[in-house]
């Protein structure tokens, strides 16, 4: 179990994480909370009906960690225009999209994070070697959101887009000042392979 997630019995997943491992999710987990934030414009009240009829942000963030997390709907590499006209329209239908959806997409991530920090809360203080994680198949789930989304941030921080970009970090030096964040993103792909494979039926 040391090192990857594995089905618990009846639903769920389990993961032995030691102290240093949870300090550096719970951490990632933190800055990420701190980074999505409340969008521009997006109601904090405590009045579900204000929430409701709110409207978030309909341009894309200016952090090209939030573009990343919150990217517009019709664009992209699997959606080009072949003309001005179409790409005008695609960037409307974006702005519309984004406008009606983006509170919700942040307010679940939000969520996300706050179990993956929560659940290590839970075991932080158990022994020294570390605990054992264990996690229901909705918080399952959580944490497979939160980890992706920890993943794109710190990719698009290293300028992530392909699998040849990652295929590029491993050759990364050690004494590269990129490299501990790179160990993060892989050791976090792990994680997340070993959770997706527990979800599976």
């Known amino acids: 179990m040391p090192g990857h997630f594995e089905p618990l019995p009846g639903g769920g997943a389990a993961v032995a994480l030691d102290e240093v491992e949870i300090s550096i999710i719970r951490s990632l987990a933190v800055q990420l909370l701190e980074l999505i934030g409340p969008g521009p414009g997006e109601d904090v009240s405590d009045d579900p009906l204000a929430e409701l009829f709110a ?109 040849e970009d990652t295929d590029l970090l491993y050759r990364l030096p050690d004494e590269n000042p990129r490299k501990p964040m790179v160990m993060a993103y892989l050791w976090l792909g792990g994680l997340q392979e070993t959770l997706v494979e527990t979800l599976m039926p």
């Open 55 to 163: 409207e978030g942000p309909s341009e894309p963030p200016s952090d090209p960690v939030l573009k990343r997390l919150f990217p517009d709907a019709y664009s992209g590499p699997d959606v080009e225009a072949t003309s001005p006209e179409q790409a005008e329209e695609q960037r409307a239908y974006s702005s519309e999209f984004r406008r009606f959806t983006e509170n919700d997409l942040r307010a679940g991530k939000r969520e996300n994070a706050l179990v993956v920090i929560r659940s290590l809360d839970g075991v932080a203080a158990v022994g020294e070697g570390g605990a054992v994680l264990k996690l229901t198949s909705e918080e399952s789930k959580q944490w497979l959101s939160c980890l992706n989304d920890l993943r794109l941030a710190i990719g698009s921080r290293l300028d992530v887009v392909d699998e």
